[in-house]
């Protein structure tokens, strides 16, 4: 089942030109045989975060939001508080998986990492930091097989139709 997926990067400084994590994430969205419906930067400011995922999460046709960028510590990185503005859920598991498969390859320095995801209006949204190596530790080490329908014993994609369930 192809998943349909809209890509936001936040940052002061990269373009598409030069936003090597976007690009990794639109290259394995495409080798998992999924859609990219939508892909966005915006300034790492909560207003435009919150405007952006709040149009995302009213289309019909969107399945899973990606955020890349904002998920540190400094002052600027407010990612994680923009999408708990938005969010019906909580989804705790993935911080402490993503922090896990992150040591593996960045040692201590995972614990610097807020990467997050949330449910919100039946769509899943993904907080992953702007670095190179942590999403491709997200994707390879979690999204790639939550995003799979064929995954055992469970994945994200059966759940869809149950989301919105009251």
Known sequence: MKVNIALLTVTDTR??????SGA???EKIKLANHNLLDRKICKDNKDDIVLILNEWIKKDNIDVII?????????????????????????????????NISLKTVGTSAIQSRAS??????????????????????????????????????????LFPRLKEK
Not at 15 to 20: I, L, S
Not at 69 to 98: N, S, V, W
Not at 131 to 144: P, Q, R
């Open 117 to 158: 995801a949330v449910l919100a209006n039946g769509k899943y949204i993904f907080a992953l930091p702007g670095s190179s190596g942590g999403v491709t530790d997200a994707w390879d080490g979690i999204l790639k097989h939550q995003l799979d329908i064929n995954h055992k014993p469970c994945n994200f994609v059966e």
């Open 67 to 99: 955020t890349t960028g904002g998920t540190g510590l400094t002052g600027r990185d407010i990612t994680p508080e923009a999408i708990d503005q938005i969010a019906d859920k909580q989804i705790p598991g993935f911080g402490e998986i993503f922090r």
């Open 15 to 20: 373009t598409f030109d030069n936003d090597k």
């Open 24 to 26: 990794i994430l639109v």
